[in-house]
């Protein structure tokens, strides 16, 4: 998987969060994002996996154009944010298996 960030620039009513941050993450490379609280490392993954859109820049997730083709983009990249979406109830095994049902996914789960 690879990800390439130009440009990228995104604003919250009159709050400018990204200032055109550009970089690349090639397949097999592993990257952090280190900063403060409120650097803009939420929102640059949340405009990389498709949640939000930017006001400029361009973001491409294995060469597909997020801009042009978000929905395929989005099937090659997975992102586990800070506040876990797990209900608080299950266990991650049983998580996987209740999404991979909606996915009409193969019910067993199998671990590597």
Partial sequence: M??????LKKTFDKQEVLKGISFTANKGEICGF???NG???????KLATGFYTPQEGKIW????DMSENSL?????????????PLYPEM???EYLNFAGSLCKMD???KSV
Avoid: D, H, W
């Fill in 2 to 7: 690879s990800l390439v960030v130009e440009n």
């Fill in 34 to 36: 280190l900063g403060p």
């Fill in 39 to 45: 650097a803009g490392k939420s929102t640059t993954m």
């Fill in 61 to 64: 997730v294995c060469g597909i």
């Fill in 72 to 84: 395929e983009g989005r099937c090659k990249i997975g992102y586990l944010p800070e506040q876990n």
């Fill in 91 to 93: 266990y991650v095994k």
């Fill in 107 to 109: 019910k067993e789960f």
